[in-house]
């Protein structure tokens, strides 16, 4: 079954500082990964997307990092803004054909990132 | 990009009522869907909305309760029909434009619950 686990759960962190979130996943085939931010009552915005063969991909204070091997990722954020604050959403994507949904995505249940002034 | 608007953005409706979601997009989209929500959990697909024809849906949901039209490639509604509690939830529409990395654009949710 494939399935995808983001690590922490929850995470506080002071402004300024930079955190890491986790992803780890288990779907086959591998079309692409891909990184949202929901921001509480909207929904979720794309920040990066990554084929098999990106090993990273930034978009402004954001960095996502890609190990296709060990079938993981990582979000980076550096110097953490309050608007920062949101959950962040890993997404695989296996394909039209995987036999999953017909969006051919899995979707982990987020991280929730709170900013602290 | 993709713009979406989603109307209500948010609703406290009655066990038994149904409430029709409608979802609205700024330029012709081939792939439409509707996903759930619910409280900490990750976002579940509906069902996808194909254009001038019955939706596709996902194993465990079924057109009774989950009725959705898609007249044009620009626009689509979901119905929640004889809500209950349990329907609680963000109901989300999203579309997809072939090529392009395939980017999924999320529209901003209705938030509903059902007392």
Not at chain 1, 17 to 44: A, E, I, M
Request: proline share 4%; net charge positive.
């Amino acid at each position: 079954k494939n399935q995808v686990e983001q690590s922490p759960q929850s995470l506080i962190i002071l402004e300024g500082k930079n955190c890491t979130l986790q992803c780890n996943y288990t779907v086959s085939p591998f079309s692409n990964l891909r990184w949202y931010k929901q921001d509480t009552g909207r929904g979720p915005v794309s920040l990066t997307i990554m084929t098999f063969s990106e090993n990273t991909k930034s978009n402004g204070r954001y960095t996502a990092t890609l190990d296709a091997d060990t079938k993981q990722s990582s979000l980076h954020i550096t110097a953490s803004q309050l608007s920062d604050s949101a959950s962040y959403i890993c997404v695989v994507s296996a394909g039209k054909y995987s036999g999953g949904g017909a969006d051919g995505l899995t979707f982990g249940k987020g991280t929730h990132l709170i900013i602290q002034p | 990009s993709a713009v979406i608007s989603q109307k209500p953005s948010r609703d406290i409706c009655q066990r038994g009522t149904s409430l029709t979601i409608q979802c609205q997009v700024d330029s012709q989209v081939t792939m439409m869907f509707w996903y759930r929500q619910q409280p900490g959990q990750s976002l579940t697909l509906i069902a996808t909305a194909n254009q001038g024809s019955e939706a596709t849906y996902e194993s465990g949901f079924v057109i009774d309760k989950f009725p959705i039209s898609r007249p044009n490639l620009t626009f689509s509604t979901l119905t929640v029909s004889n809500m209950s509690p349990e329907d609680s939830s963000i109901y989300l529409c999203s579309v997809r434009r072939q090529g392009a990395g395939e980017t999924q654009y999320f529209g901003p949710g209705t938030r509903l619950l059902v007392l």
